[in-house]
């Protein structure tokens, strides 16, 4: 018989793959049928004009993967016996597989949204003021590989072994040791679980302390990743707006309230500081309401006007502070580690969600993060970025003021992105967003930089995110440019 197979000579698969790609989607979109016969590899050699050692191996790949068999002295078939799942896969087009009938969309109980962890579009931008991102330049490769390579010659057992799901000791207490003077937090370390990001922290507060209707407060606007969990929790959210000292803290509702989300040290997106007086105001009326609050101090090693101030978790007497910090901001959101700090009562529980969930973050990942705080080349490299940040951020500020003259600008006062306050002659953010675009460079409204606003648009269309923490002074510069060059044509 005659196999009529896509194959190309440019294309960059091997032709072994090419043919073995092709005979494996006529069997499962039913094109090929159980037991029909196949050329053989001389004549199919032939016909395609490649070698026959390469139709072999294609062949002999088909056959381990039970897709067809070789019936001695007889020849080669479509084998008879493919499980009928693999058969209700069909070609929509070139490259995708779809599952046929494979998805009842009501038995999936999830419908939550998703929060933007970075531009769709950034293969095609030149300059990318894409919010929160280190330096990549920046990250310690040199010592991060030799400290890697310490850990492995350890025992490897600590590789096959599970280890404490809120996480290795040394990790902890390392942990529980930089909070006290970073961040005026005295704990033990007990109290320092360890997890995947922020984002860990927000789940595990969510499965701690949210059912169906359970009410939980949150800024507005805030934070996508964490409003989009406590909505798939099932979390009746109450926003209370921020103005330029944080959460208006007159407008709490006075009802019994789980939960509180906050950014105190930089308010995301808007990157106001909670005053003093306003924290010890959250903080009493948090036992007033029965309340846990949740700090998120996600960018705070970014203190650029002033001394760091001490997170809300420090100064809070009664105890209903859980914290979370995350090294996605001050190493990188790869390495996908965090931690939270719990009141004692929680510890015991927060572990039992933390088994549940993943059964503990990678150990490698963790023992390298201990040594290379315990070494002190953590607070080096912090001391190091955070010079650079402050460079960068005032590249930013100079940048806009030169080509756009007497701008408006918030958060400048720490953490890795500022706020510009679009002048009324100029676009809305979201036809600003696109005009940037359209000349490789990327800037953010509140929505596409991970904020959620609850709908107050109107008040948000003038907002542009600026992230300046991963491109140069010189592309900073560039970056403004061109959009300012962009609006004068
Ligand atoms: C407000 C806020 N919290 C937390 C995070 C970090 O999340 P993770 O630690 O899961 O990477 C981000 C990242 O952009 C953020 O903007």
């Not at 790949?61 to 058969?87: H, M, Q, W």
């Not at 009842?104 to 970075?118: E, M, P, T, W, Y």
């Not at 002190?376 to 490299?381: I, L, M, S």
Request: proline content about 4%.
């Amino acid at each position: 018989m005659q196999l009529s197979l896509n194959i190309e000579l440019s294309n960059n698969q091997s032709l072994q793959k090419q043919i073995f790609e092709s005979i494996r989607q006529q069997i499962l979109s039913g094109q090929l049928k159980a037991n029909a016969s196949l050329p053989s590899t001389r004549l199919l050699s032939e016909q395609l004009n490649v070698s026959r050692n390469t139709i072999v191996l294609a062949y002999d790949r088909l056959i381990a993967e039970d897709y067809i068999c070789s019936r001695k002295t007889i020849g080669t078939f479509v084998n008879p016996k493919l499980p009928e799942s693999s058969l209700t896969i069909f070609k929509t087009d070139n490259n995708n597989l779809v599952k046929k009938n494979a998805i009842n969309s009501d038995q999936i109980v999830f419908k939550g949204r998703v929060q933007a962890l970075n531009n769709p579009n950034r293969s095609k931008l030149d300059i990318d003021f894409w919010v929160g991102r280190p330096d990549p330049e920046s990250f310690p490769i040199n010592i991060w590989r030799q400290l890697t390579i310490n850990k492995l010659r350890s025992s490897g057992a600590n590789m096959t072994e599970y280890h404490n799901p809120a996480g290795i000791l040394e990790l902890r207490k390392a942990i529980a040791d930089h909070l006290r003077p970073a961040r005026g937090i005295d704990v033990s370390h007990e109290q320092v679980i360890i997890v995947n990001g922020s984002q860990g922290a927000i789940n595990i507060a969510s499965r701690l302390l949210i059912d169906k209707g359970t009410q939980v407060v949150t800024e507005c606007p805030c934070y996508q990743g964490a409003v989009y969990v406590f909505e798939n929790h099932g979390a009746c959210i109450h926003p209370v707006n921020v103005d330029q000292n944080g959460l208006k803290i007159s407008d709490l509702p006075h009802t019994p309230t789980s939960l509180a989300y906050v950014t105190p040290s930089h308010q995301y997106p808007m990157g106001a500081t909670l005053s003093l007086s306003r924290r010890i105001r959250l903080l009493d009326w948090a036992r007033e309401v029965g309340a846990y609050i949740l700090e998120d101090d996600y960018d705070s090693d970014f203190r650029h006007n002033g001394s760091p101030l001490t997170a809300l978790a420090g100064q809070d007497p009664h105890g209903c502070v859980i914290y979370m910090g995350t090294f996605s901001k001050s190493i990188g959101a790869g390495l996908r580690i965090g931690y939270m700090v719990v009141p004692p009562e929680l510890i015991e529980t927060t572990k039992a969600i933390k088994t549940l969930m993943d059964n503990g973050n990678a150990w490698l990942d963790q023992a390298v993060l201990a040594d290379f705080i315990n070494t002190g080349a953590y607070t080096k490299h912090l001391r190091r970025i955070r010079r650079v940040y402050i460079s960068r951020r005032d590249a930013l500020i100079e940048a806009l003021h030169k080509h756009f003259g007497d701008v408006s600008l918030s958060g400048l006062e720490g953490g890795m992105h500022i706020i510009w306050h679009l002048a009324e002659h100029l676009p809305i953010a979201s036809k600003l967003k696109k005009i940037a675009e359209d000349v490789g460079i990327g800037i953010y409204t509140l929505e596409s930089g991970a904020a959620y606003d609850f709908g107050n648009r109107a008040n948000n269309r003038r907002m542009i995110m600026l992230g300046y923490s991963s491109i140069s002074e010189d592309k900073i510069h560039e970056g403004i440019k061109r959009i300012a060059n962009a609006l004068k044509v």
